[in-house]
């Protein structure tokens, strides 16, 4: 979503998200796995904060890349035009997966169903700390 110094989102995406960190979903996959209680159950994992993907990548950008000054937004019908035009694979599934997220909401669970694999630990401050840290 960021490259050559510019941002995009692909579609309106007006529906927030709770964004979940991959240390995160290993974990809790990780912990499903080990609970002989857990086999065999349907999940959901949930990230601790609710953000709408603009949102999101514009404080990203602030935080990583400070010199993206503005998130632009390309309408799918127009992905998938240049997606055909280029060529690219890439951009024709990231254009279907965006057309998804701008039409779906993010189902609401009760918080009981959420908690069967852990809480989450890592929030948007977290996960931006750790990509500015060496590894």
């Not at 990780?30 to 349907?42: D, H, L, P, T």
Request: hydrophobic share 40%.
């Amino acid at each position: 979503m960021v490259r050559g110094g510019k941002a995009t989102v692909l579609g309106r995406l007006p529906h927030p998200y709770h964004w979940v960190a991959a240390d995160d979903l290993g974990r809790m996959v990780a912990k499903g796995y080990s609970r002989e209680e857990a086999k065999n159950g349907v999940y959901y994992v949930y990230g601790p904060e609710r953000y709408v993907m603009k949102d999101l990548l514009e404080k990203y950008c602030r935080a990583l890349h400070p010199g993206v000054k503005k998130v632009s937004v390309m309408p799918i019908p127009l992905a998938r035009i240049l997606a055909f035009l280029i060529r690219s694979a890439e951009l024709r599934n990231a254009a279907e997966l965006f057309s998804y997220f701008e039409k779906v909401r993010e189902p609401e669970i009760p918080p009981e169903q959420l908690d069967v694999l852990g809480k989450n630990e890592i929030n948007f401050e977290k996960w931006i700390e750790s990509k500015k840290q060496p590894r």
